[in-house]
């Protein structure tokens, strides 16, 4: 079993920022990514990386949110700027032992932490 915990959510306004963590048990993970997910809609992939450190991001967040890892203290962060209202959802950390070659489609991860909530303001 692999533990993931979410920290870091809150209520901003529009333009606002806020830092995301996600503190894993192990640094075994060959993928790791971000997701959300808002009322009524699909889990959506946001970022990702893997082991070599390559990152990808959804088009929506490009030039905003910044992914990255600290492996030595089991920690993945997810640095988001200039937030809008649309970026309004519960933010899930994900994990695997694999290579993804979608990194960005939920069903790539096999390790779910419970989320965190990001709510944007107009």
């Known amino acids: 079993q692999v533990e993931l915990v979410e920290s870091g959510g809150g209520s901003v306004q529009a333009g606002g920022s806020l830092s995301l963590s996600c503190a894993f048990s192990?640094?075994?993970?060959?993928?790791m990514a971000w997701f959300r997910q808002a009322p009524g809609k699909e889990r959506e992939g946001v970022a990702a990386?893997?082991?070599?450190?390559?990152?990808i991001y959804t088009d929506s967040v490009k030039g905003r949110f910044t992914i990255s890892k600290d492996v030595p203290k089991n920690t993945l962060y997810l640095q988001m700027n200039n937030l809008k209202p649309e970026d309004t959802a519960m933010y899930y950390c994900a994990a695997d032992m694999f290579q993804s070659f979608q990194p960005l489609d939920r069903n790539e991860y096999q390790f779910w932490g419970q989320g965190t909530q990001v709510t944007v303001s107009s």
């Open positions: 990386c893997d082991k070599d450190g390559t990152t």
């Open positions: 192990g640094n075994t993970y060959y993928s």
